[in-house]
């Protein structure tokens, strides 16, 4: 079996070290180079020609992003970002991802040795998904945001102005209050998610979202939505009350779930165990869906690696939800929309510049029919 190649990029020796033994250990891969600095990883992707590359956001001689934009114009591959767990390193890295970048690994702030160590699944976890992820070239700057065949990956089919340029779905009048709209994302959800939110009308239901991102990205994630978006986006609150044009976002590290007060919906954030190894976990959204909203639900299954929520979206769908999954050529990975599928948890199957279309066509026509669970 052919190892993936993996070249390092690192600024810090110590982190070059570190991420190459780990890489190392592993039976499937091979680091098979390690640069200071982009300019020395451009010649180094040129003559090795590496599968993935873990990329460092702040390096001298060229910033991180800078090259990585360069770098998806001009010859796209699989990256995967590291990064400081910081305000501006989250932000950063929301940047990347938009860029192209497949997925992102925290850097610890302090004790880094130890931290990377324990890690160590996680990154190469992640490097293995990339090695599998569809990449797509980013459009050259000043192209208008058209995509040119396969745009950034992660990007869910366009750049955030293409997204921004558009067509967006006309407002759809008053909608019942007890529809809502459930999205579980996970590699390449973020761009995903992104595409489906800004074409939303404002007077769309609630959207409750659980994208697979750890502490300290969640905020500034749904920060960055809000201002993109014609409908209100913010990390969930545990007991606040889901409201139609606002979305509400998983907070890193803690599950979200719907409860029914009164007659309101009512936000669930708590902390727990692991579900499917991840904690926000779509399975515990989707399965709070199916036994709470029934019928008044609609389900998404946008792009990620593993078979989290697929289970609890049939579960949606026998509870009388109506449920789209991304199709496989939009996805930067398919796995979480392969598996609900298999499940036989979709109705529809689109493009994720489909997808929001399809949900506000299908409140149209659903108009008025509602359900009240007690």
Same mark, same amino acid.
């Given at each position: 079996?052919?190892?993936?190649?993996?070249?390092?990029?690192?600024d810090?020796?110590?982190?070059?070290?570190?991420?190459?033994?780990?890489?190392?250990?592993?039976?499937?891969?091979?680091?098979i180079g390690?640069?200071?600095?982009?300019l020395?990883?451009?010649?180094?992707?040129?003559?090795?020609?590496?599968?993935?590359?873990?990329?460092?956001?702040?390096?001298?001689?060229?910033?991180?992003l800078d090259?990585?934009? $360069? %770098?998806?114009?001009?010859?796209?591959?699989?990256?995967?970002?590291?990064?400081t767990? *910081? !305000?501006?390193?989250? +932000? /950063?890295?929301?940047?990347?991802?938009?860029?192209?970048?497949?997925?992102?690994?925290?850097?610890?702030?302090?004790?880094?040795a130890?931290?990377?160590?324990?890690?160590?699944?996680?990154?190469?976890?992640?490097?293995r998904?990339a090695?599998?992820?569809?990449?797509?070239?980013?459009?050259?700057?000043g192209?208008?945001g058209?995509?040119?065949?396969g745009?950034?990956a992660?990007?869910g089919?366009?750049?955030?102005?293409?997204?921004?340029?558009?067509?967006?779905?006309?407002?759809?009048? $008053? %909608?019942?209050?007890?529809?809502?709209?459930?999205?579980?994302a996970?590699?390449?959800? *973020? !761009?995903?998610?992104? +595409? /489906?939110?800004?074409?939303?009308?404002?007077?769309?239901?609630?959207v409750?979202?659980?994208?697979?991102?750890?502490?300290?990205?969640?905020?500034?994630?749904?920060?960055r939505?809000?201002?993109?978006?014609?409908?209100?986006?913010?990390?969930?609150r545990?007991g606040?009350?889901?409201?139609?044009?606002?979305?509400?976002?998983?907070?890193?590290?803690?599950h979200?779930?719907?409860?029914?007060?009164?007659?309101?919906?009512?936000?669930?954030?708590?902390?727990?165990?692991?579900?499917?190894?991840?904690?926000?976990?779509?399975?515990?959204?989707?399965?709070?869906?199916?036994?709470?909203v029934?019928?008044?639900?609609?389900? /998404?299954?946008?792009?990620g690696?593993?078979?989290?929520?697929?289970?609890?979206?049939?579960?949606?769908?026998?509870?009388g939800?109506?449920?789209?999954?991304?199709?496989?050529?939009?996805?930067?990975?398919?796995?979480?929309?392969?598996?609900?599928?298999?499940?036989?948890?979709?109705?529809?199957?689109?493009?994720?510049?489909q997808i929001?279309?399809?949900?506000?066509?299908?409140?149209?026509?659903?108009?008025?029919?509602?359900t009240?669970?007690?």
């Amino acid at each position: 079996m052919k190892k993936i190649t993996v070249i390092v990029v690192d600024d810090s020796a110590l982190v070059r070290g570190l991420l190459a033994e780990m890489i190392n250990r592993q039976s499937d891969m091979s680091c098979i180079g390690a640069a200071s600095d982009p300019l020395v990883a451009r010649e180094m992707i040129r003559n090795l020609n590496p599968d993935v590359i873990t990329l460092d956001v702040e390096m001298p001689r060229m910033d991180g992003l800078d090259f990585l934009s $360069r %770098l998806m114009r001009l010859r796209p591959m699989p990256v995967v970002m590291v990064s400081t767990l *910081t !305000e501006r390193g989250a +932000e /950063v890295t929301l940047k990347a991802l938009e860029l192209g970048a497949v997925d992102f690994v925290s850097k610890p702030k302090i004790g880094i040795a130890d931290g990377l160590r324990q890690l160590e699944h996680d990154i190469t976890d992640k490097i293995r998904t990339a090695a599998r992820a569809t990449v797509r070239r980013l459009a050259p700057a000043g192209a208008g945001g058209a995509a040119a065949p396969g745009a950034a990956a992660g990007a869910g089919g366009g750049t955030a102005a293409s997204a921004q340029a558009a067509p967006t779905v006309s407002p759809i009048g $008053r %909608l019942s209050t007890e529809k809502l709209i459930f999205i579980g994302a996970s590699t390449g959800g *973020t !761009e995903a998610t992104r +595409e /489906v939110l800004m074409r939303l009308p404002p007077d769309a239901p609630a959207v409750l979202i659980t994208q697979h991102m750890p502490p300290g990205f969640t905020k500034s994630y749904a920060a960055r939505l809000d201002t993109l978006c014609r409908i209100r986006v913010a990390e969930a609150r545990d007991g606040e009350r889901v409201l139609p044009g606002h979305a509400y976002i998983a907070p890193g590290g803690f599950h979200l779930s719907v409860e029914r007060s009164g007659a309101n919906y009512i936000a669930r954030v708590r902390d727990g165990e692991p579900v499917n190894r991840h904690k926000p976990s779509v399975e515990v959204l989707f399965q709070s869906a199916a036994r709470v909203v029934g019928p008044n639900a609609l389900g /998404v299954m946008l792009t990620g690696m593993g078979a989290d929520g697929a289970r609890a979206m049939k579960e949606m769908r026998d509870a009388g939800s109506w449920n789209v999954v991304q199709d496989e050529a939009s996805c930067v990975v398919f796995g979480m929309p392969r598996e609900a599928i298999a499940q036989g948890a979709a109705h529809e199957v689109l493009p994720v510049t489909q997808i929001a279309g399809k949900l506000i066509e299908r409140l149209r026509s659903t108009a008025g029919q509602h359900t009240t669970r007690v």
